[in-house]
């Protein structure tokens, strides 16, 4: 009886737990008995189990890590996460020491590796981008061989892309700044004729009808050579948003000297048209209308310098005048529809010579050049320049009663203290207007040129005056005088003017020319900083210098009031342009090819031979005084016109940017040409550009 209790309580013992039957039972509790398992102890192995790659058969198919993605992995022997050499294919890296990339050019060095910072001319390819490690843009040119291998931190404008387009060769990327085959002499004038025109010159001349976007006004007078004085980019007078144009004619006609003024529409002129002028004024006989030009406010301003009161043609009495004039009075008028005439004060002043605006502390001011002016009706020529506030012009203009005006000795305070007061008196059909006279010394000629701008730094605009004269005895230098800005802080009250003379080394400056007779100072412009050191610089003409070849100069500013004047270019006894009178006429357009440096125009008289070529030079910048070696400059461009009567560069003006591309524009007189009218002349504008 107990033995048969023992039994049945062992066989309860030894009964298989809850899922076994007969040999299948669930050991790892995967949901698979022991047929449907060939691993009954890994829940992740069973019949049709999903593969892992991880070197085991899931899915107990008799096959390990199959049906899985694969790829090829690289042995990275210098953990830099990059492998190279013989590939493995496998579903899951073999090894710790495998990658997936397998382009790493050098598997023993860490810091060589595609993406890695290349440090060029080292002779090692640490990017592993291949090619030249001594060909940083990747042109084909070394760097030994290239002049833009890569762009330095401190270089402007300068990118992978452009590197890669500069070496010798290369094709030419007009207005990249660049020149791109790395001639940066031999060929820069000739690149930017190529730009200008699409055409190649070897002989760095160009005719002005080849360039792209220039633009010519026809004179429409017989014998009115427009374009031989007066020529200016004047401000917005007609309210459009974009400067005007303005070029002087000497004659009128049969009336010798008469003079005209022809302002055209800087619309017009961008939009390449033969325009009718939106404004032009015709002088009369004698007067001169137009030798000078320029804007003040809202109103044209003609310069009349040979105005007489009792005109006839051997009458040598040249006060001259200063004539205003707004555009709502007609297209066409006369120097007596002028809102306002200021005459010079003396018989001889040619007052009007020359024109030009100038801020001042009392607001705009206009400075009129009367460059024979003597004080008290003498024949001293000392010459002066006359400024007068805007003010004082618009109050003068709203006393319509009284439309002219006369310039005379007196005290200068009124205008310092910016107060507009006359004299009226019921006898003079005139009234004096107050004033500030800056005078030369004796038969100095000072006013024969004007010029403005910072040339000491300090912010404040300064004047520069040109005084061809040589002295009572023929033995002064013609000079160039600085004056200090601001202009009133030098005005002796008690004189009512400005000595320049005697204020050399207070706040006045000297430039004096290098010989006698040459009429330096003729015409002057101060040109920014053209040798990169700081402070601008002059340039001046001197058309008389060597008999009359003339020269042009390039005085440069050493600071506190220092200039070293030395020979940008002369003239020539050679073939027909004997006694070409270079630099009757100079300009300082600006930067015109858009190099970061200002560029320089140099025009000339005439020349002896009719017929012969007439042309303006331009030079481009930076140049330095090391480059001026004491002989003629060869010019980096020749402007042209290419037909027998073609005479540019008699007068020669900056523009400014009128068409607002960056690069600086400018103007080229054309007294002689030939279009419909014997000599009618013509004004051709030029849009800089760049190589």
Known sequence: MHSSVFLLTLLGACLPPEGWLAGKADQDADGHLLDEDCDGLDPEVYNGAPELCDGR????????????????????????????????????????????????????????????????????????????????????????????????????NCTAAIAASVYPGADEVCRDGWINDCDMWGSAPSVLAWCWSGETTSDRALGVDEIEGAWTGHGTM?????????????????????????????????DRYAGSVRVYSGEDVLAQEEA??????????????????????????????????????????????????????????????????????????????????????????????????????STDYHGAVFLITLVDIEDAIARESDRWMVIEDGDAASILDGLAEYEFEQSDPYSFMDHLELRGPTEGYAGASLAKGDLNGDGIMDLVIGAIGGGADGTRLESVYVVDGPIGDRVDIELGYVDLEDRVGDGVHRVDGLELDSSFGLSVSVVGDLDGFGGDDLLIGAYEADGHLGAAYVAFNEGDGVFSTHLLVAGTQEGSTANERVGFSV???????????????????????????????LFLGPIGPGDLTGESREPDLILYNDVQSGSIGHAVAPAGD?????????????????????????VHFIPGTGY
């Open 57 to 156: 058969d899931q899915d107990c198919d008799g096959e390990v890590d199959e049906g899985l993605e694969e790829a090829l992995y690289y042995l990275d022997g210098d953990g830099d996460g990059f492998g190279a050499g013989a590939s493995q294919s496998a579903c899951a890296p073999p090894t710790a020491s495998h990658v997936r990339d397998g382009t790493d050019c050098d598997d023993s060095d860490a810091e060589v590796h595609p993406g890695a910072e290349e440090t060029w001319y080292n002779g090692v390819d640490e990017d592993c981008a291949g090619g030249d490690d001594y060909d940083a843009d990747g042109d084909g040119v070394p760097w030994e061989s290239d002049c833009l291998d890569s762009c330095m931190e401190e270089q402007a």
């Open 222 to 254: 017989e014998q009115g050579h427009l374009g031989r004085v007066g020529l200016a980019a004047l401000g917005d007078l007609d309210g459009d948003g974009v400067p005007e144009v303005a070029a002087g004619a000497d004659a009128n006609g049969d």
């Open 276 to 377: 009718t002028p939106i404004l032009e004024v015709v002088g009369v006989l004698g007067d001169g209308a137009g030798y000078a030009i320029t804007s003040i406010g809202s109103l044209l301003v003609v310069g009349a310098p040979f105005w007489e009161t009792n005109p006839s043609v051997d009458n040598p009495y040249t006060f001259g005048a200063v004539y205003f004039f707004d555009l709502g009075r007609g297209a066409v008028q006369d120097l007596d529809q002028a809102v306002l005439k200021i005459a010079g004060k003396d018989f001889v002043d040619s007052f009007g010579y020359r024109l030009l605006t100038l801020p001042m502390e009392q607001g705009e001011a206009l400075a009129i050049g009367a460059y024979r002016a003597g004080p008290d009706w």
């Open 587 to 617: 300009a300082a357009p600006g930067d015109v090819n858009g190099d970061g440096s200002p560029d320089l125009l140099v025009g000339m008289g005439w020349a002896e031979e009719w017929g012969a070529a007439r042309f303006a030079r």
């Open 658 to 682: 009128l068409d607002g591309d960056g690069y600086m524009d400018f103007l080229l007189g054309d007294p002689f040409l030939e279009r419909n009218v014997n000599r009618g002349g013509a």
